[in-house]
């Protein structure tokens, strides 16, 4: 469990599709287009960037405290 690497850039969004082009210049690849998928998130195949829609990053980002008694 503590040997597990961190990953790579999250980038949030508020749209179910994304298009990813790696930044470009050296570090960049063919703009792709990505389908945010149920959970939210969507990996790019080329440089690993992960994208997460915001309705979804307070699974990632320290949220604000949850309502007592969610569960
Ligand atoms: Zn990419």
Avoid: W
Avoid at 52 to 64: L, M, S, T
């Amino acid at each position: 469990m503590s040997d597990i690497i961190p990953p790579p850039e999250v980038i949030y969004v508020d749209a179910h599709k994304v298009a990813c082009n790696g930044g470009g210049g050296a570090l960049g690849h063919p703009l792709t287009y990505y389908d945010l998928g149920e959970d939210g998130t969507a990996e790019c195949g080329y440089c690993d960037r992960k994208f997460v829609h915001k309705d979804h990053a307070h699974d990632y980002v320290d949220p604000a405290p949850r309502p007592e008694g969610d569960h």
